[in-house]
């Protein structure tokens, strides 16, 4: 295998690198990611205002402004060498699975995103998809077989959240496929770690109920309230991982306008997740399963053949190393909003209660 490209190959410390969603989860993470590899051109924007971004990196332009809008798209990528774009209306399932027209909309970002990235020139553009993008035929058994790049067709992805992302892939295909932009499309298995979603009805997993975990410890009730029979299988990669492998995609040429899987094959069941949760806390609950609550698929995997043979890539943090990070920053923002101090998942826009 030849030795990877990446950004600290491929651009100079001083192009313009624009991060869309970069208020959020994964994408303030990609900008930390870039800043300590010494890029020194970095535009970060989002929807949010800033005090709710959950990073603001020190010596990055960071820009308040909707990318539905395409007039705004233009002003973000003006300049840039390499667009990143990883805004969406996302969450959970318990999101997702109420909200797909929110979810749906989100084509509009990608749209006019990639459009306004060829048009100012940029010469790579990188799409975050997700595994909810595969047919969900296949995910109906919690010993799943791991889902594999061709999954996806015959489609039959996700209602709402799944076919926004098929879609917004095929853009970026056509992109390349017409007019030559390199794009790079990546899809997304669970992604948790520290400075993401942990409250307000957007939390996934991990988060969730290492929150539920928290207040249980806190407030003496030692219930704990799981969506589904707690038998739902996942697998979940750490966020340093992925921001490792967004970078080695969007810089190899051998996966221009290439789906392909990021994510851990390590798959457990909610139920695991809940002890390994207990463990690190050192606690034990009563579980109580809410069988109407939304569950998504019964089993979801990823298979990582085609990006261990391409790019060597694999997840390198165990998940109990990840989960104690994890744990250790929502325990402190959960600390945090009790002291009342501000902290960005404090504020909700979609409530779901259960
Ligand atoms: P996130 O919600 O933390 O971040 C997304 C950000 O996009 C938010 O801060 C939001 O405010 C912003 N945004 C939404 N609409 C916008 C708009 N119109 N203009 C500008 N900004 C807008 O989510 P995340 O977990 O960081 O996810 C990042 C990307 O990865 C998303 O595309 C998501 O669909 C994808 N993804 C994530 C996971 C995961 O496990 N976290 C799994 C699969 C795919």
Redesign the pocket.
């Known amino acids: 295998m030849a030795e990877n490209e990446t950004a600290a190959t491929t651009i100079n410390k001083d192009d313009l690198i624009v991060i ?9 993470s990609l900008t930390r990611y870039f800043r300590d590899q010494g890029f020194t051109n970095i535009r970060a ?4 205002p800033l005090p709710e ?2 990073q603001r990196v020190p010596g990055v332009e960071c820009l308040s ?5 395409e007039a ?1 798209c233009k002003i973000a990528v003006r300049g840039a060498k390499e667009v990143y ?7 959970g399932m318990g999101f997702i699975e109420r909200f797909r027209v929110e979810c749906l909309r ?1 084509i ?2 990608n749209t006019h995103m990639v459009e306004s990235a060829y048009n100012a020139g940029a010469e790579r553009y990188f799409f ?5 993008a595969y047919n969900t035929t296949l995910q109906q058994d919690p010993n799943v077989r791991a889902l594999k790049e061709s999954d996806a067709y015959p489609a039959m992805a996700e209602r709402g ?1 799944g076919w926004e ?1 098929l879609l917004s892939e095929m853009f970026c295909q056509e992109y390349w496929a017409e007019r030559k932009m390199k794009t790079a499309i990546a ?6 770690g520290p400075n ?2 942990w409250d307000g009805g ?1 939390e ?1 997993a991990p988060a969730a109920l290492s929150r539920k975990v928290i207040e249980a410890k806190e407030t003496g009730d030692l219930n704990i309230t799981i969506w589904g029979d707690g038998t739902q299988t996942r697998s979940f ?1 750490y966020i340093a991982d992925c921001v490792k492998g967004i970078d080695m995609i969007t810089h190899c040429d051998d996966l221009i306008a290439t789906p392909i899987n990021l994510g851990s094959n390590y798959l457990v069941s909610v139920n695991d997740l809940v002890s390994l949760i207990e463990d690190i806390a050192g606690t034990k609950l009563e579980r109580h399963y809410d069988l109407d609550a939304p569950r998504g698929v019964a089993g979801r995997n990823s298979d990582n053949t085609f990006i261990e043979e391409i790019l060597g890539w694999e997840p390198h943090t165990p998940l109990r190393e990840g989960m104690e990070k994890t744990y250790a920053w929502i325990a402190q923002q959960y600390e945090d909003r009790r002291a009342g101090k501000p902290t960005p998942a404090g504020k909700s826009d979609f409530k779901v209660v259960h």
């Open positions: 869309a969603g970069a208020g959020g989860f994964i994408a303030g924007i989002d929807k949010k971004w959950y402004m909707d990318l539905s809008d705004n774009n990883l805004a969406a209306d996302m969450g989100s509009l970002i975050s998809s997700s595994a909810c959240y992302k899809r997304f298995h669970n992604v948790y993401g979603t957007r996934k990669m």
